[in-house]
């Protein structure tokens, strides 16, 4: 099957590239191989400048790399600027701070040298999701590359374009052909891959079925995984939040990305007495999102992803209305041209409707009313997933209490929640386990060896 790049706006086909076959897959292994050899073997600071130049690449092609993300995959061109912007920080980030990160060890015993040393492990297979067709990609990439192992990039289907041009951008910083190769692989040949000898580990951002899957074949083949995917997560607001600041970064924190984004928050909980106050409130900016083309500065919210995305999430509202969930605004596709759904905001929602259990991957809010801030966090931890959350409280008890007890990978307090490369990002529960980003994650694919010298 070919993979077809269509713009969620115009419903255009833009590009189609065909998937590889045998020989084409055995060409682009034996080539990862081969670099593996060479890239572990460069020095961390030739390794540094290459990433530093990656970085100097996309920063100087900011415009056209937010471009193509837009017309792959809908996201705003503001956004998707801020998205190369901070894959580059990124790649610099990785570049200065990986010697630290890697250094050897020393742990006092009756040796006279003992301790550990972090060595790269070989070719990683990296399973790439397309709401944030560069960030997944780099994030993964910019650590690994620094630690001296090499990628194998199975990106998502929908967006050939990012993928190609990734590969390219690290090509031409001078990094050895095949340090990050893209493949145009089927999903039934992703077995084949994980099963080869030559490829080391594999990281997967998608949904909980693929990471189910992708799980399987990695324990079957003995090869170590991380797996990020998704989830529902909690805004909870508690008594001594700031509803004028609140309000206005839940509507960001809900529309971001097109409302496609796994850390986006998805469930906004509210005590009992500040229940009408944010309701009122949160209904009414989310009606003044401005919704349209994504390439024009004052919107906001571009399309979905596909027309296959926006049937999905229509499906979830209509059958949850049904159930007697409440709409205050949106609640149907916008008709006409591209893949658009409207700012939406659910309440009275039951528990076990669609709404309630499954992650709704668009610009639809569920808002859930709870006694007290241990009510509201019960209802926070009252999912299978666990990737993340944030706490609106001025109050330090408060705040205190959520970041004690909310069952969640990465939480903030008083801000959206990010991925950073500071800090560790993963998830518990079923949104997975193993973390990206920071020095655990440039650590996970790397061979803790332990050596005692006598």
Sequence with gaps: MPFIAVNPSSEEVIARYESLNEAG????????????????????????QRMVSAAELLESEIPVAAELMTREMGKTFAAAKGEAAKCAMTMRYFAEHASVFLETEYIATNASRSGVRY????????????????????????????????????????????ALYLEDLFKRAGM??????????????????????RVHGVTVTGS???????????????????????????FVIASSADM???????VTARVQN?????????????????????????????????MGDPMTP?????????????????????????????????????????????????SDVPMDSRAGREELFGPVAVVYVARDLDEAIDIANDTPWGLAGSIWANDKNEIDRALDRLDVGVVFANAIVASMPELPFGGTKHSGFGRELSHQGIREFTNAKAFYVA
């Design 258 to 290: 097109n409302g496609q984004a796994c850390i986006a928050a998805k469930r906004f909980i509210v005590v009992e007495d500040r229940r009408e106050e944010f309701l009122e409130k949160f209904v009414r900016e989310m009606s003044a999102v401005p």
């Design 244 to 250: 004028d600041r609140t309000v206005p970064l839940a």
């Design 208 to 234: 909980e079925r693929a990471g189910r899957s992708i799980a399987e074949l990695a324990g079957k083949n003995l090869k170590k995984c991380v797996l990020e995917l998704g989830g529902s997560d909690p």
């Design 25 to 48: 897959l055995e060409r682009a292994l034996d080539r990862a191989s081969r670099a593996y050899d060479t890239w572990r073997s460069a020095e961390l600071k030739d390794r540094a």
């Design 298 to 346: 004052s919107t906001v919210l571009g399309p979905l992803v596909s027309k296959a995305q926006l049937d999905i999430l229509d499906a979830q509202v209509a059958s949850s209305i049904d159930r007697g969930a409440v709409a205050h605004v949106g609640g149907t596709p916008h008709v006409g041209k591209g893949y658009f759904y409207p700012p939406t905001v659910l």
């Design 119 to 162: 060595e790269p492990t070989g070719p990683l297979l990296a399973i790439m999701p397309w709401n944030f067709p560069f960030w997944q990609v780099v994030r993964f990439a910019a650590p690994n590359l620094m630690a001296g192992n090499v990628v194998l990039l199975k990106h998502a289907p929908n967006v050939p374009g990012c």
């Design 176 to 197: 050895p052909e095949g340090v990050l190769t893209n493949l145009f692989i089927e999903i039934d040949q992703v077995a084949a891959v994980i099963a080869d000898e």
